[in-house]
Structure formats: structure tokens, C-alpha cells
């Protein structure tokens, strides 16, 4: 069945470690993205991409790196942990070119908390 | 700057009660707007959309939203909620191309039997 899959889905790690947060689409799209939220709060674009090789920054400064080496994956890592990184992250993927709107799928989210 | 507002962070209702949530967006150019839905323990997924034409949009459901561009506002509706409403709705604005979303804060809808 066509997905998105995110790993883990809660995360407690203390300051100063590296972690990555996995992304994964089985529906062949070329467009993902990163949002981050915290409780209450608006969902914050930090992180897209158009296709393979291809990476953008959002809209939200965010200290976390990207890569897209391949369609179905869009890991998510951040160097070294703050509790300010505390939230929850989203990915998502869509189908569409250049400037077509269409359906974002997302995923069950990663929950953050760094100590 | 492009932006979107959500009135009412919290709304509680009984069953076959009507439903109206607020969204207000600030943007001066050609408006997509996206209404999704997550509900309890489930991935956030589209409701509905308005891209062009007629400004009542019928989503899932039973919900519409009406598309009123002098007031800059897209609001969600249903007549009769069902216990079975019961999520989390944010309100999106498409920005700069791209399919890049701007949300709102969404609101938590509650209902009761």
C-alpha cells in the first residue's frame, strides 16, 4: 500500500547527540517536505525538495540538514541536539511540477524531546 | 507576509450541532487554499481545496467551505457534526510556488454524543 513512514516515532535523546529522522514515501513522489510544530502552534516549513539531489530551506530557520540521494527517502538530521529542538517534525510528499498546487500526504509524525 | 489566522483554537459542540471554523489569510496574489484534518491518533490528510472557480468547495465528509476573497477568508463548514468529527483542522494557504503550504494554528474541535 502506497505510504509515508516516519521513524522513530518519539524520540528522547539527551544535548549534544546526533540524530536522524527518517522519511520514507512508497507513492513515487518527487516533491517532500519538513515541518515542524510545537503543541498549539502553526506547522512551520523548515525543509523541501523538488527531486533527487535537490534540497531547499523553508521558510523556518531550523539548524537540522537534509539530503535526497534517492526519491522514496528524506532523512532529517540534526548535528548535535538542544532542547530547543524539542517538537514534533512532519513529512510529507506530493505529486505536481513547478508551480501546480496538489494534495500533500503526510506522515505520523517524529516527537522530539531532547533533554 | 503571507499568512493565516485561525480564530478559534478550541470548540466544543454536541452532536447535530452546525459547525463553522474561521480562517483568514493575509496574501495579495492568486489564493490556493487547502483545509486538513487530523484526527485522533491518525496522519494529517486533505478535507478539501479551493484553487479557481466556484467558492463553495465541497469536501469529505460533509464539510464545505466557502472561498469570500473580499474578506480574505475561507471558512469551514458542516451542518450536523457527528462524535465522529471529533480532530484537530488547520487551514493552509499555497505560497511561492511549489506546493509550499503556509498553516494556520488549527483548531481542536471536540464533540460530544
Known amino acids: 500500500e502506497a505510504d509515508i513512514y516516519q521513524t522513530p516515532r518519539y524520540l528522547v535523546i539527551g544535548t549534544g547527540k546526533k540524530i536522524t529522522l527518517e522519511c520514507s514515501q512508497t507513492?513515487?513522489?518527487?516533491?517532500m517536505y519538513w515541518y515542524q510544530q510545537d503543541p498549539g502552534m502553526e506547522l512551520h516549513l523548515i525543509h523541501y525538495?523538488?527531486?533527487?539531489?535537490?534540497?531547499e530551506k523553508g521558510d523556518l530557520s531550523s539548524e537540522s540538514t537534509v539530503s535526497r540521494i534517492r526519491t522514496e527517502h528524506f532523512p532529517l538530521t540534526l548535528e548535535s541536539a538542544r532542547p530547543s529542538h524539542t517538537s514534533q517534525y512532519l513529512c510529507?510528499?506530493?505529486?505536481?511540477?513547478?508551480?501546480?498546487?496538489?494534495?500533500?500526504?503526510f506522515g505520523p509524525g517524529t516527537r522530539l524531546t531532547v533533554l | 507576509a503571507q499568512s493565516v489566522s485561525q480564530h478559534n483554537h478550541h470548540v466544543i459542540l454536541s452532536e447535530a450541532a452546525s459547525l463553522e471554523l474561521g480562517c483568514n489569510y493575509s496574501y495579495g496574489g492568486t489564493v490556493n487554499l487547502f483545509w486538513y484534518v487530523q484526527y485522533p491518533g491518525q496522519h494529517l490528510q486533505l478535507l478539501l481545496k479551493?484553487?479557481?472557480?466556484?467558492?463553495l468547495v465541497k469536501g469529505i465528509k460533509g464539510f464545505e467551505a466557502e472561498f469570500i476573497k473580499s474578506k480574505f477568508s475561507f471558512n469551514l463548514r458542516k451542518p450536523s457534526v457527528q462524535w465522529s468529527d471529533t480532530a484537530e483542522y488547520f487551514c493552509a494557504l499555497g505560497s511561492g510556488g511549489y506546493n509550499k503550504l503556509i498553516f494556520g494554528a488549527g483548531t481542536r474541535l471536540a464533540v460530544h454524543p
Open positions: 479551493y484553487f479557481s472557480g466556484d467558492p
Open positions: 510529507a510528499s506530493s505529486e505536481g511540477g513547478a508551480g501546480s498546487y496538489n494534495e500533500q500526504f
Open positions: 507513492m513515487g513522489h518527487d516533491k
Open positions: 525538495s523538488y527531486g533527487v539531489n535537490s534540497t
